[in-house]
């Protein structure tokens, strides 16, 4: 096999790659699932918030289930006080530990709206932030060195701030980045492009 045939191969190879991403319509929009795995230090920290949370609800418990002849008198507000504080801090614990790790893209043409949302471990969502399309400062794709892929980043505003929409080869994210374009700056494809 010649080198440029070996060069064709790996070309038709990285294009016919089925993309990591989804895009689902909805009636008042999108969604944009990146596919993309949380980091590895995301996932343990989940799991240690979860050991934690499980050990200071357990240590709430036998708090409050503890014989009274161990408290006198002004004892028990202290004992109270401890369980409420042991308690809230487990259930903030396990509420870390059960939110999900990928994150979405909803971009809701109806209310001119883009926002990050995360689905927890039972499918429901909460919504980590949410920007206009007029807060949109840019929409591009760039090279990521790390994965050999490129993703596609929306800029908010004409700061440093980004929201990582996908990921996939360029082939695959340029028709997602014109859709983008088009709802949230107004741009057709070849201004999209030449904005890029």
């Known amino acids: 096999m010649t080198d440029t045939n070996a060069g064709e191969m790996s070309f038709d190879h990285k294009i016919a790659k089925s993309a990591s991403f989804e895009v689902e319509d909805i009636f008042w929009g999108y969604k944009i699932r990146s596919g993309r795995s949380a980091p590895f230090a995301v996932a343990l920290g989940q799991a240690v918030c979860f050991f934690f949370g499980a050990c200071l609800l357990t240590a709430t418990f036998g708090i409050l289930v503890l014989?009274?002849?161990?408290?006198?008198?002004?004892?028990?507000?202290?004992?109270?006080?401890?369980?409420?504080?042991l308690g809230a801090t487990s259930i903030y614990l396990l509420?870390?530990?059960?939110?999900?790790?990928?994150?979405?893209?909803?971009?809701?043409t109806s209310m001119s709206e883009i926002s990050e949302v995360i689905h927890n471990r039972a499918g429901r969502p909460t919504k980590v932030a949410s920007y206009g399309f007029d807060e949109i400062g840019g929409l591009f794709i760039e090279q990521n060195d790390k994965t050999g892929l490129s993703d596609l980043i929306l800029r908010y505003r004409n700061t440093d701030q980004v929201v990582a929409v996908a990921e996939g080869t360029d082939a695959q994210l340029v028709p997602l980045r014109d859709r983008l374009a088009k709802d949230l700056l107004g741009q057709t494809s070849s201004t999209a492009a030449d904005a890029a």
Request: aromatic share 12%.
């Open 67 to 85: 014989p009274t002849l161990f408290f006198d008198g002004g004892l028990g507000i202290i004992r109270l006080g401890s369980a409420a504080l």
């Open 95 to 108: 509420w870390f530990a059960s939110r999900g790790t990928q994150v979405e893209v909803h971009v809701d």
